[in-house]
């Protein structure tokens, strides 16, 4: 299978206005991009000084584009509340005629603190608990049934969600190779979206441990990031069905990320 090409941008300084991202989206599309994903982050370590919503800038993508599959990547679940989320991606979803993907996470406090300095959970374990249940409501929700849920943290007493989103959205876990939880999630969702690789075969790993695990039969994404310019044929090779291109938040340039975008995906 010939994988799918996706940009994958930090919402961080010029980046951080809507209406530019937008604009690049649409700019990929013509260009013959496959998909335009982007950051989910409260905050960022020096020097990123401004940093945007992701959802908002990812409803303007979507009214921007209409054949770029799009999505949050990844998005730490703990820190949002599962029914707002669910109000929020089938809407996303339906504005986008059925387009978005959700990647979803754990997340991290190194990069830039965003759990200890807004008072969110910083226990990984805790975390992991957090959403896998969220992960529950979520389905539960998008179903259009009637939802009764009474977890450890997540309360839903009879409520139904409508609209419902347009299809079935896809849902990417990510987590750091070799760690089994993150993998077992994968497993029972859409798609395994290995983090902080650094080479093909660990990435062909990846994708050998999370088959394993797999029962299903269904449709499954393995997602790779590369580098610009990185030869992607060893991921393909490897198993990849989407390729991210991912920028260093630290060295962001508009002109930059334009000049891959008109090159195009390889």
């Known amino acids: 299978m010939t994988p799918q090409h996706a940009l994958w941008l930090p919402l961080f300084d010029d980046l951080a206005d809507p209406a530019l991202v937008a604009?690049?989206?649409?700019?990929?599309?013509?260009?013959?991009?496959?998909?335009?994903?982007?950051?989910?982050?409260?905050?960022?370590?020096?020097?990123?000084?401004?940093v945007g919503d992701p959802w908002?800038?990812?409803?303007?993508?979507?009214?921007?584009?209409?054949?770029?599959?799009?999505?949050?990547?990844?998005?730490?679940l703990s820190r949002r509340r599962?029914?707002?989320?669910?109000?929020?991606?089938?809407?996303?979803?339906?504005?986008?005629?059925?387009?978005?993907?959700?990647?979803v996470g754990l997340g991290s406090d190194r990069f830039g603190e965003e759990f200890s300095r807004t008072g969110e959970e910083c226990d990984d374990r805790v975390r992991a608990r957090?959403?896998?249940?969220?992960?529950?409501?979520?389905?539960?929700?998008?179903?259009?049934?009637?939802?009764?849920?009474?977890?450890?943290?997540?309360?839903?007493?009879?409520?139904?969600?409508?609209?419902?989103?347009v299809g079935r959205i896809p849902v990417w876990a990510a987590g750091f190779p070799g760690k089994l939880r993150p993998m077992r999630r994968a497993a029972r969702l859409?798609?395994?979206?290995?983090?902080?690789?650094?080479?093909?075969?660990?990435?062909?790993?990846?994708v050998g441990q999370v088959e394993a695990l797999r029962t299903g039969g269904g449709p499954f994404d393995y997602v790779?990031?590369?580098q610009p310019g990185e030869d992607s044929a060893p991921y393909?090779?490897?198993?990849?069905?989407?390729?991210?291109?991912?920028?260093?938040?630290?060295?962001?340039?508009?002109?930059?990320?334009?000049?891959?975008?008109?090159d195009g995906p390889r």
């Not at 599309?29 to 905050?43: I, N, P, S, T």
């Not at 599962?82 to 993907?101: F, H, I, N, Q, Y």
């Not at 798609?191 to 790993?205: I, K, M, T």
């Open 224 to 226: 790779a990031e590369i």
């Open 56 to 76: 908002i800038t990812l409803a303007a993508v979507a009214c921007a584009t209409s054949r770029l599959r799009f999505g949050p990547m990844v998005s730490a």
């Open 236 to 262: 393909a090779r490897a198993g990849a069905t989407w390729l991210l291109t991912g920028f260093a938040p630290e060295s962001l340039s508009v002109d930059h990320i334009r000049g891959v975008l008109r």
């Open 23 to 50: 604009r690049l989206a649409a700019e990929a599309e013509e260009a013959g991009w496959d998909g335009f994903f982007v950051w989910d982050h409260l905050r960022w370590r020096a020097p990123v000084a401004a």
């Open 190 to 206: 859409d798609g395994y979206f290995p983090v902080n690789l650094d080479s093909a075969g660990r990435f062909a790993e990846a």
């Open 82 to 103: 599962p029914v707002k989320l669910a109000r929020e991606t089938a809407s996303l979803d339906r504005l986008g005629g059925g387009r978005l993907t959700l990647g």
């Open 130 to 165: 957090m959403l896998d249940e969220a992960l529950e409501v979520l389905a539960a929700a998008w179903s259009g049934e009637v939802v009764h849920h009474r977890g450890e943290h997540y309360t839903v007493d009879g409520v139904r969600f409508l609209p419902t989103p």
